[in-house]
Each structure stands twice: as structure tokens, then as C-alpha cells.
């Protein structure tokens, strides 16, 4: 129970004390053989490989599949069109702004310190341990990104990891990818979603009736 107490992440402690007292600890994230047009493959090289490839095509794939059955490609009407007729007037314009170094320091501070490193070995406990002597060149940068429109390459990388579903293991579509991505493009992301939000709050443009990935408004309370 102490070790619940002083846990940053009360609930991931909670889960893997669980799993401990019922004998759960076994590696089940390890991919041991993946089953490739009929062909076994054992290979860790290989089967990063064929899962780079299979991620890769899903969303190209999805968007076809869209494409071809969409009702609206029905005389060109886009999803913007029926969005557009919601409102009796036209939609106020939206402008994203400069962020200050203060912005940006509270940014930091409202992020979870996870000691799990991405690509560039540094974590999210790391940047806030560094955040005093980083937060002002981490503004130029997002100021520079702002009005050019351009989200920095670096910050798209990510480590992509297959997370098993359910089903046959050795099955490539029994996965899905989770990307773990820089902790720095968390702090953009937190700063576009924010100036977005602020936005759609301040004209009502969201209906009542959404309640999730809103702020105090979760599906819980669609419930209720």
C-alpha cells in the first residue's frame, strides 16, 4: 500500500501489483513467430520489417475503401458542406498565435513524467527536469512552426510498437500500432490543441451533446 501511496502513476502501480500477486508476470508482449503469406518467420529483423509495411498500408488502404463507398463523393459534397450548413452564419476565422515562454513552461509542468525513452533517448521526466534551461528556445521553435504551417520532421518521428489485439498472435492484423513519440512534439501538440479548443469553446461551435475528448465532459457523463 506505501509503495501505492508514493507512486507518480497510482494506477499503473496498482495494475502491475495485481498482476504480481496472481503470478501474471510473464513476458506476453513478446513476438516470438509471425505467420507471412503461409511462411513462418522467426527473424527479428524480418518481422520488424513486415510490420513497418503492414502499418504503413492500413491507413492507405482504409482511405480507398472510404473513397469508393463515400456518400460524399454524391455530386462533390464534402463532410465541409453539411458542417458548413449547421450554422446559420459563416464560421468565425481562426488564427493560431505566438505562445509565450510561460505557456510553454506550464505545458511542460502538465506532462506526465514517464522515465520510457523515445528515438532520441529522452524522456518526458527528462524534459521537465531540464525545462528551466530549454523553454525558451523550445518557444522560438513553436513560434517559427506556427505561422509557417510546418510541423518539424524530427518531431514526427516515432517508436512504433505492436500492441497484440486478440485473435492468432502470428497474424500481422491482429495488432495495432502504438507510436511513442518525442516528448517535444507533445509540447506543439498541447499548444495547437489548446489555441483549437479555446476556440471552438469561445463560438460554441462543438454541440452540446459531444461529450468526449472534451474537457470536463467525459462519456461517463453522457451517461449520467
Not at 462533390?76 to 458542406?81: E, F, V
Not at 485473435?167 to 507510436?179: A, F, S, V
Request: contains cysteine; aromatic residues 10%; charged residues 20%.
Amino acid at each position: 500500500m506505501d509503495k501505492i501511496t508514493k507512486a507518480s502513476n497510482k494506477n499503473k502501480t496498482i495494475w502491475n501489483t495485481v498482476h504480481l500477486e496472481c503470478n501474471k508476470t510473464d513476458n506476453t508482449d513478446k513476438i516470438n513467430i509471425l505467420n507471412i503469406n503461409g511462411i513462418p518467420i522467426s527473424d527479428c529483423q524480418k518481422m520488424v520489417n513486415e510490420f513497418n509495411k503492414y502499418f504503413s498500408s492500413v491507413a492507405k488502404n482504409i482511405n480507398t475503401k472510404q473513397n469508393k463507398f463515400s456518400p460524399y463523393n454524391v455530386d462533390n459534397i464534402t463532410p465541409l458542406h453539411y458542417f458548413n450548413q449547421s450554422f446559420n452564419n459563416p464560421l468565425p476565422k481562426f488564427n493560431l498565435k505566438t505562445v509565450s515562454t510561460k505557456e510553454i513552461k506550464n505545458i511542460i509542468k502538465s506532462l506526465n513524467p514517464k522515465i520510457s525513452s523515445r528515438y532520441d533517448g529522452i524522456s518526458t521526466k527528462l524534459l521537465k527536469l531540464s525545462s528551466p534551461f530549454i523553454t525558451s528556445p523550445l518557444t522560438h521553435i513553436c513560434n517559427k512552426s506556427i505561422p509557417s504551417g510546418t510541423f518539424p520532421d524530427r518531431l514526427k518521428y516515432a517508436v512504433v510498437k505492436p500492441l497484440f489485439k486478440k485473435g492468432d498472435k502470428t497474424k500481422l492484423c491482429n495488432y495495432r500500432p502504438i507510436p511513442i513519440l518525442s516528448p517535444f512534439s507533445k509540447v506543439l501538440e498541447k499548444v495547437l490543441y489548446k489555441q483549437l479548443q479555446d476556440h471552438l469553446n469561445k463560438h460554441s461551435i462543438l454541440a452540446q451533446e459531444q461529450f468526449g475528448f472534451r474537457y470536463d465532459s467525459s462519456t461517463n457523463k453522457a451517461i449520467y
